[in-house]
């Protein structure tokens, strides 16, 4: 197998190290949830990050989708934005925050502030 990439070559290249964690790393899946295809991923391994809606016009998750696929089978949510407490009762695992680009010590300072209270 050979890879030419911009910057180097590979060529008999072939990584062999196996991950610690058994059985395996958890696979988790991203995409539009709306899609059957990316649905049924999401009900086949282990996570979802996905989102709700195209790129170009993302809709919100809401706790109620949360409870669909928790009901449909899924393992770990993760979320964005809304109301933590209410995706926690939902049945989310993860929330996350948008934090756009700006200096360290901004981003630092938002950090410290911690998660949210439920």
């Not at 990316?38 to 409870?67: E, F, H």
Request: hydrophobic content about 45%; some cysteine.
């Amino acid at each position: 197998m050979t890879f030419e990439g911009k910057h180097y070559s590979l060529t008999d290249v072939q990584l062999t190290a196996r991950p610690m964690q058994a059985p395996r790393i958890p696979i988790w899946v991203g995409g539009n949830f709306l899609v059957p295809a990316v649905r049924r991923r999401i009900l086949r391994w282990d996570g979802s990050c996905a989102y709700k809606g195209s790129t170009a016009a993302p809709r919100p998750i809401t706790p109620q989708d949360v409870l669909e696929l928790r009901q449909d089978g899924a393992v770990d949510i993760k979320v964005s934005g809304g109301d933590p407490a209410a995706f926690a009762e939902a049945g989310a695992a993860w929330w996350g925050r948008w934090i756009a680009p700006m200096s360290f010590a901004e981003t630092l300072a938002i950090v410290r502030t911690g998660p949210p209270a439920l």
